[in-house]
Each structure stands twice: as structure tokens, then as C-alpha cells.
């Protein structure tokens, strides 16, 4: 099930990545091990979302920004939620059928 993936020699020289996608650099064990202290900065500064630990050119670990971890947990907490994603799926339907109300119908409906 994993691949191989190319590993980046120079951790430091992170290439940066195209708006709004989601890329992840390969980085041996051993230099992440020299630069931990460094990749919070690297991860900032380098356009990529994560960086995928190596260990003899596999994947073991993975490397990523608090916010995009907080994001993942978020995301998968309520595609879990069956209640709230079948509320979800009935709104998105409403929407595609024009079951939609204006800012001021909204005020108007609450009364404010």
C-alpha cells in the first residue's frame, strides 16, 4: 500500500507550493531529527502542508501545522455525525432548488 517517495536531501530547501493545494515533502528520519526545531518555520515559510517522515524511503510519520491537524479532527468529527451530515445534505438540496431566503426575509422571519 505505500509507495516509494522520493526523499528531499536539503529539508531546509522547501519548494513553495501552489495556492491551495495540498503538498508534502519527503525528508528522511535523520534530517528531521537536525532540524526539528526548525520545521515549524520551514513548514510556514516553505508553501507545503506537511512533510512526510522517512524512515529507508517509506513513510512512518506525518508532519503538519496545529491548524491543519485542528481542521482534519474538525472535518472528520462531523462526517462522522450522521444527524448533522444529513442536515448538511438537506440544505445543500434546498440551495440547489431555490429554497433560499434573502438577508432581509431572515430579519423580517426572526422579527428583528
Known amino acids: 500500500m505505500h509507495k516509494q517517495i522520493k526523499e ?8 513553495t507550493a501552489t495556492k491551495g ?7 528522511p528520519i535523520t534530517q528531521i531529527r537536525q532540524h526539528l ?3 515549524p518555520e520551514a513548514l510556514e515559510k516553505g508553501g507545503i502542508t506537511s512533510i ?6 517509506e513513510p512512518v510519520l506525518a508532519l503538519l501545522p496545529w491548524a491543519l491537524y485542528e481542521g482534519i479532527m474538525e472535518t472528520l468529527e462531523i462526517l462522522g455525525d450522521e444527524e448533522l451530515m444529513d442536515t448538511i445534505r ?4 434546498d440551495i440547489r432548488e431555490g429554497h ?3 438577508p432581509d426575509e431572515v430579519i ?3 422579527g428583528l
Open 100 to 102: 433560499t431566503h434573502s
Open 52 to 57: 512526510a517522515v522517512t524512515r529507508r524511503g
Open 8 to 15: 528531499d536531501k536539503t529539508m531546509l530547501t522547501l519548494e
Open 37 to 39: 526545531t526548525e520545521l
Open 90 to 93: 438537506r440544505s445543500m438540496e
Open 21 to 27: 493545494e495540498l503538498t508534502a515533502r519527503a525528508v
Open 108 to 110: 423580517e422571519m426572526l
